[in-house]
């Protein structure tokens, strides 16, 4: 089907002394073209939206005429035309309103050669029909003032210059949208865009500003209306296949209807739609109309009647009277939730009344009537500030463009089966950054979930799955010792050194110390077998004390006797100093304590090791040598081997003395409280001491193990020292590679095994003689075969 684009007479007119233009869209005629292969029984339709936008600039232009304090004496006309949704027809009318020739197909005048008849045009409601008409008009300097033009690229006043707006760049609202997607924590998103200047550059606003917020897209496709049906079921299959919930659209209000019809075909539904200022108008009625007088068509539209009849006119048609009752309909025409987007028609008729106020040099009147040139009210809209009524501040930026405000509408279905448009927040970047976007609570019905992984809980983090977008994840839980306490955490932080992760790896918790108490079984055990070993100890002491002046006590040097039983019960209680918490002083004070009274110890078992060869070797014809070691040698040798030790221990302690440590490394969730051995030379010295001396007494003990007496103490001795080498001689692996306070442990027990060898090997045998067999405790028992001498 063809039309002629040729323009007829304005829709509307009316003279005054100042003429403004206005392009609207009362008529799809479109709808015929590209929804013929859909949808049968269209024809041409009223767009109720387009005649609010006309009422909202008729209004102004009375509001203005009326005024004393705007443009006095200066009364304000109209031309306005209906673009029929046509680029091309709104470039015609625009060029007719520009010089006046509207009738080009019949005037004899060469075209485009008249004056000027406007100083503005309003209108526009499409970007790519606004561009087309600012590229037509610029040369001329026409100021061209959109109320629904949005895209980003009519900012350019290089390729733009005469473009002016009273509604904001899609600049903004692509912005405005990616961050209210990414309030609702949707991360995956499909997108769809009207194919052409509108829908492409404010999707790639969009999409770079959701990049940058973290935000997904699953799919984005283009559209337009003329598009083969192929394409669109492509679009459908796209859609079908998808997960995401959430559908961003930057489509104009033709497009989405034609896709919506498609979506209902298909019954796609679930999806939250995310769109943008241009479809709160998509609002129209599509009911057949022959009339060609624009507001006897709206009545008859408005109230699906006829004041005349026709020959299409049905027998039971309703004629019209003129005097129906507007306040009992429900449509999209007497829907006054949408006043701002009618405001901007305002505020731009106001803008050009003052910008003329302000070229003629109005005060009390307006003497100069002549129309001034488009060009100086171009100059001068850029300039002027003012307030409307309600007091919004009302201006324009360098590049045309006003103020980015918006209202978050949400369309919420009523019970009647009507569509109630809720606001349920704003978008103003007049405000600081964290306070532009604001929402309502529970602003939407529904909010449906739309990530293409869920969150990451507290514990884990992200991985991102191969060959995906960023959206795409898996949670991986978070290593023994890293925690991550935040939702969707890329990274899992390494506890302080002293903390550990919990179960639920979200928390750090302070490590539990670890270190030989006495209130474990273990270390109770420990300290009840030192204990009864002490007690042991003096229980022998004083069976030796009470039999003090018996053979066997007298025969066995009782006063190395009674050092060695010391010098044992200082053993079992320097045991004691290895449990409990570890401090300075007790670091220092166990070791130190351990080397010095056992070497006490060996010392005095190494004394009567060797009275017992002096003794034997006392026998030998012309021998004195027990002269050289009587009791003063003996108390001597036993003072000197000490004193080596305690000379050893001064040493350690003054050069790099043991000191409480920390161990982190023997468990990742405890902490070994232990005592560091400060320097490792002089632990092992001590050691090696100690070792050297029971070598020494173990060897001299086994030789005189077969000297001849009924009661041979060398024998005892010599089992008592194995035993003691085997338990140190052991001790050493077993202390090296137990970890913690078994070390601790392991040390201890040497200490108890090796002290308790000494006293049952050395002493026990006497304390059974004296207590069970007192008639072998006699001076011709204890001399048996040894000669008189010796004894």
């Given at each position: 089907?063809?039309?002629?684009?040729?323009?007829?007479?304005?829709?509307?007119?009316?003279?005054?002394?100042?003429?403004?233009?206005?392009?609207?869209?009362?008529?799809?005629?479109?709808?015929?073209?590209?929804?013929?292969?859909?949808?049968?029984?269209?024809?041409?339709?009223?767009?109720?939206?387009?005649?609010?936008?006309?009422?909202?600039?008729?209004?102004?232009?009375?509001?203005?005429?009326?005024?004393?304090?705007?443009?006095?004496?200066?009364?304000?006309?109209?031309?306005?035309?209906?673009?029929?949704?046509?680029?091309?027809?709104?470039?015609?009318?625009?060029?007719?309103?520009?010089?006046?020739?509207?009738?080009?197909?019949?005037?004899?005048?060469?075209?485009?050669?008249?004056?000027?008849?406007?100083?503005?045009?309003?209108?526009?409601?499409?970007?790519?029909?606004?561009?087309?008409?600012?590229?037509?008009?610029?040369?001329?300097?026409?100021?061209?003032?959109?109320?629904?033009?949005?895209?980003?690229?009519?900012?350019?006043?290089?390729?733009?210059?005469?473009?002016?707006?009273?509604?904001?760049?899609?600049?903004?609202?692509?912005?405005?949208?990616?961050?209210?997607?990414?309030?609702?924590?949707?991360?995956?998103?499909?997108?769809?865009?009207?194919?052409?200047?509108?829908?492409?550059?404010?999707?790639?606003?969009?999409?770079?500003?959701?990049?940058?917020?973290?935000?997904?897209?699953?799919?984005?496709?283009?559209?337009?209306?003329?598009?083969?049906?192929?394409?669109?079921?492509?679009?459908?299959?796209?859609?079908?296949?998808?997960?995401?919930?959430?559908?961003?659209?930057?489509?104009?209000?033709?497009?989405?209807?034609?896709?919506?019809?498609?979506?209902?075909?298909?019954?796609?539904?679930?999806?939250?739609?995310?769109?943008?200022?241009?479809?709160?108008?998509?609002?129209?009625?599509?009911?057949?109309?022959?009339?060609?007088?624009?507001?006897?068509?709206f009545w008859e539209t408005l109230f699906d009647?006829?004041?005349?009849?026709?020959?299409?006119?049905?027998?039971?048609?309703?004629?019209?009277?003129?005097?129906?009752?507007?306040?009992?309909?429900?449509?999209?025409?007497?829907?006054m939730s949408l006043m701002p987007i009618f405001?901007?028609?305002?505020?731009?008729?106001?803008?050009?009344?003052?910008?003329?106020?302000?070229?003629?040099?109005?005060?009390?009147?307006?003497?100069?009537?002549?129309?001034?040139?488009?060009?100086?009210?171009?100059?001068?809209?850029?300039?002027?500030?003012?307030?409307?009524?309600?007091?919004?501040?009302?201006?324009?930026?360098?590049?045309?463009?006003?103020?980015?405000?918006?209202?978050?509408?949400?369309?919420?279905?009523?019970?009647?089966?009507?569509?109630?448009?809720?606001?349920?927040?704003?978008?103003?970047?007049?405000?600081?950054?964290?306070?532009?976007?604001?929402?309502?609570?529970?602003?939407?019905?529904?909010?449906?979930?739309?990530?293409?992984?869920?969150?990451?809980?507290?514990?884990?983090?992200?991985?991102?799955?191969?060959?995906?977008?960023?959206?795409?994840?898996?949670?991986?839980?978070?290593a023994e010792g890293e925690i991550s306490n935040?939702?969707?955490?890329?990274?899992?932080?390494?506890?302080?050194?002293?903390?550990?992760?919990?179960?639920?790896?979200?928390?750090?918790?302070?490590?539990?110390?670890?270190?030989?108490?006495?209130?474990?079984?273990?270390?109770?055990?420990?300290?009840?077998?030192?204990?009864?070993?002490?007690?042991?100890?003096?229980?022998?002491?004083?069976?030796?004390?009470?039999?003090?002046?018996?053979?066997?006590?007298?025969?066995?040097?009782?006063?190395?006797?009674?050092?060695?039983?010391?010098?044992?019960?200082?053993?079992?209680?320097?045991?004691?100093?290895?449990?409990?918490?570890?401090?300075?002083?007790?670091?220092?004070?166990?070791?130190?304590?351990?080397?010095?009274?056992?070497?006490?110890?060996?010392?005095?078992?190494?004394?009567?090791?060797?009275?017992?060869?002096?003794?034997?070797?006392?026998?030998?014809?012309?021998?004195?040598?027990?002269?050289?070691?009587?009791?003063?040698?003996?108390?001597?040798?036993?003072?000197?081997?000490?004193?080596?030790?305690?000379?050893?221990?001064?040493?350690?302690?003054?050069?790099?003395?043991?000191?409480?440590?920390?161990?982190?490394?023997?468990?990742?969730?405890?902490?070994?409280?232990?005592?560091?051995?400060?320097?490792?030379?002089?632990?092992?010295?001590?050691?090696?001491?100690?070792?050297?001396?029971?070598?020494?007494?173990?060897?001299?003990?086994?030789?005189?193990?077969?000297?001849?007496?009924?009661?041979?103490?060398?024998?005892?001795?010599?089992?008592?020292?194995?035993?003691?080498?085997?338990?140190?001689?052991?001790?050493?692996?077993?202390?090296?590679?137990?970890?913690?306070?078994?070390?601790?442990?392991?040390?201890?027990?040497?200490?108890?095994?090796?002290?308790?060898?000494?006293?049952?090997?050395?002493?026990?045998?006497?304390?059974?003689?004296?207590?069970?067999?007192?008639?072998?405790?006699?001076?011709?028992?204890?001399?048996?075969?040894?000669?008189?001498?010796?004894?």
């Open positions: 089907m063809r039309y002629n684009w040729e323009p007829e007479d304005p829709q509307l007119s009316k003279n005054g002394d100042i003429i403004l233009g206005g392009i609207f869209s009362f008529h799809s005629r479109w709808r015929i073209v590209s929804l013929l292969i859909f949808i049968s029984g269209y024809g041409s339709s009223l767009n109720f939206r387009a005649f609010q936008f006309v009422q909202a600039m008729l209004f102004a232009i009375e509001e203005i005429n009326n005024s004393t304090d705007l443009l006095p004496g200066i009364f304000l006309g109209y031309k306005i035309y209906d673009a029929c949704g046509s680029i091309a027809r709104g470039v015609s009318v625009a060029l007719a309103l520009a010089n006046g020739n509207e009738d080009t197909a019949t005037s004899s005048t060469a075209p485009c050669t008249r004056p000027e008849q406007v100083v503005a045009i309003m209108g526009g409601t499409s970007s790519s029909s606004c561009m087309a008409i600012a590229t037509v008009i610029g040369p001329f300097n026409i100021p061209l003032m959109s109320n629904f033009a949005t895209c980003a690229c009519l900012s350019d006043k290089v390729r733009y210059p005469s473009f002016l707006r009273t509604i904001p760049s899609d600049y903004y609202q692509s912005r405005a949208l990616a961050l209210l997607v990414k309030h609702f924590g949707w991360t995956w998103v499909g997108a769809i865009r009207t194919n052409d200047d509108y829908g492409n550059n404010g999707m790639a606003i969009f999409t770079e500003t959701a990049k940058q917020l973290g935000i997904c897209l699953e799919y984005s496709v283009s559209f337009f209306r003329q598009d083969p049906p192929e394409k669109i079921q492509r679009i459908i299959d796209i859609i079908k296949a998808s997960t995401s919930k959430v559908i961003v659209a930057f489509l104009s209000p033709m497009d989405l209807d034609i896709l919506i019809h498609k979506f209902a075909h298909h019954n796609l539904t679930g999806y939250q739609w995310v769109g943008t200022e241009a479809w709160i108008t998509d609002f129209h009625t599509s009911l057949n109309s022959s009339s060609n007088k624009l507001f006897t068509e009647c006829r004041f005349m009849k026709t020959k299409s006119s049905e027998e039971n048609q309703r004629y019209c009277s003129g005097y129906e009752d507007v306040s009992g309909l429900e449509n999209s025409f007497i829907d405001n901007n028609i305002y505020k731009g008729v106001y803008s050009v009344a003052h910008a003329l106020h302000s070229a003629l040099g109005c005060k009390k009147i307006c003497s100069n009537k002549v129309q001034p040139n488009p060009f100086m009210i171009l100059q001068h809209i850029k300039n002027i500030q003012f307030k409307t009524k309600e007091g919004e501040q009302v201006y324009f930026n360098e590049n045309g463009d006003p103020a980015a405000k918006y209202e978050i509408i949400n369309w919420q279905l009523r019970e009647n089966g009507t569509v109630e448009f809720v606001t349920v927040g704003f978008y103003d970047t007049t405000l600081p950054a964290d306070k532009q976007l604001y929402l309502h609570k529970r602003s939407l019905l529904w909010v449906p979930l739309s990530v293409c992984s869920e969150s990451c809980p507290p514990g884990t983090r992200k991985v991102l799955q191969k060959g995906k977008p960023i959206c795409c994840y898996d949670c991986i839980p978070c935040t939702t969707d955490s890329i990274t899992c932080v390494q506890c302080h050194v002293e903390f550990w992760s919990n179960e639920r790896r979200d928390d750090c918790e302070k490590k539990m110390t670890e270190f030989l108490s006495y209130e474990e079984i273990m270390g109770a055990l420990l300290t009840a077998a030192s204990l009864l070993g002490t007690i042991m100890t003096t229980t022998v002491a004083v069976i030796f004390f009470r039999n003090r002046n018996t053979p066997i006590v007298k025969a066995n040097n009782s006063e190395l006797s009674f050092l060695l039983l010391f010098s044992l019960t200082l053993c079992f209680l320097c045991s004691l100093t290895f449990i409990g918490r570890p401090s300075d002083w007790s670091c220092m004070l166990r070791h130190t304590a351990f080397g010095i009274t056992f070497v006490l110890c060996i010392s005095c078992v190494l004394g009567k090791t060797i009275v017992v060869l002096m003794a034997f070797r006392a026998t030998l014809p012309g021998s004195n040598v027990m002269k050289w070691f009587g009791p003063p040698q003996q108390r001597l040798s036993v003072l000197a081997f000490t004193l080596i030790q305690v000379v050893i221990c001064i040493l350690w302690l003054t050069i790099s003395p043991p000191f409480p440590f920390k161990n982190f490394h023997h468990f990742k969730d405890k902490i070994i409280l232990e005592c560091a051995l400060g320097s490792s030379v002089g632990f092992w010295a001590v050691l090696g001491y100690i070792g050297l001396l029971a070598m020494l007494c173990f060897v001299l003990a086994f030789l005189a193990r077969k000297l001849p007496d009924n009661f041979n103490e060398a024998k005892f001795i010599t089992f008592s020292m194995l035993i003691f080498c085997a338990v140190w001689i052991t001790f050493i692996p077993a202390y090296i590679s137990s970890p913690g306070k078994f070390s601790v442990a392991v040390e201890i027990f040497a200490i108890l095994a090796s002290s308790f060898g000494l006293l049952i090997c050395i002493f026990i045998p006497k304390c059974y003689i004296m207590l069970f067999k007192p008639e072998k405790n006699t001076k011709k028992n204890m001399m048996g075969k040894m000669p008189l001498k010796s004894l």
